[in-house]
């Protein structure tokens, strides 16, 4: 096995925050799948949405950064604890998304993208008709335009609840237009891993992916693990899948700059759950009176 190379991350939503204990739950999976790092991402789907828009107070900031500063001693030299968010993305909005970076030193802003439900659509979720897939596109290549994030993440276009429903044939013109954009900006596309692999490609996911690999559109990774033992769940075949596709490698990002790790590389450095005998002893939290030791992971 090869040293720690690739970052995971664990997202949760505005105003339900860590606590220590659950976080360094998701840290230690992380140790245990041998990766470098986990990114804590602050995910808000509200902020940023006509219907939504106010920015997180200086308090939730603070409480957010204590929780993470806290984790991350704990497992320094271990494991590198970095701090993510997740931004809806709504044309316009762009001052509401710089109040809510600031304050805080983000290691990658994250750009969420999903489509707009079609007024005029009577095709019930997820069989968007021509019009609200073109639109998922197009909002896409502008939020990578904006320049204000590292990473775009359209999970409604990627995820296998829709991707089986995308016509190919009507919207191969919109999507390069977009995916031509995209490269031209140097913004990463994140893709969810969960359900990923060779086994269960769609028509869709090859044509998209090949197509963005000949583009060298980066490439980001996210398990979206909702327990510990998800941790990375779905890297192998995913990284399998890129190389498939054309790609030679797949990225993080540090201090909001983009690391390129090779494929090859990345793959040969996860260890499975099940295989790794030994837990590493879990860090004490001195300034954090009864946080429990981190426990075995469960399926159940």
Known sequence: ??????????????????????????????????????????????????????????????????????????????????????????????ALWRTQVRGAVFDCVVGEIAPAANAASTQPWPYFDRLTQHQAFRRAADAAETGFFDCIAFDEILESTCRWHWNLDLIACEAIAAMDRIANTGAAIEIPTASRGLSSLSAFDAWFLTEMAARQIPIVLNADPQSPWQV??????????????????????????????????????????????????????????????????SRQ
């Open 1 to 94: 096995m090869t040293s720690a190379v690739l970052y995971g991350a664990r997202h949760h939503a505005h105003r339900q925050l860590f606590s220590v204990c659950e976080l360094n739950d998701y840290v230690h999976a992380a140790h245990r799948r041998n990766l470098r790092g986990l990114t804590a991402t602050w995910q808000d789907r509200a902020v940023g949405t006509a219907s939504g828009c106010q920015a997180v107070s200086a308090e939730e900031i603070a409480g957010y950064l204590d929780v993470i500063d806290r984790v991350r001693r704990g497992w320094i030299d271990r494991v590198d604890v970095r701090l993510g968010v997740r931004i809806f993305f709504a044309p316009g909005n762009e």
């Open 232 to 297: 990375a769940r779905g890297f192998e075949s995913t990284l399998d899948l890129l190389s498939a596709c054309g790609f030679s490698h797949v990225s993080h990002f540090i201090h909001r700059q983009r690391v390129d790790v090779p494929l090859e590389t990345a793959r040969s450095s996860l260890q499975s759950l099940e295989s790794r005998e030994v837990w590493a002893s879990p860090p004490a939290f001195a300034s954090t009176p009864g946080v429990p030791a981190a426990v075995p992971i």
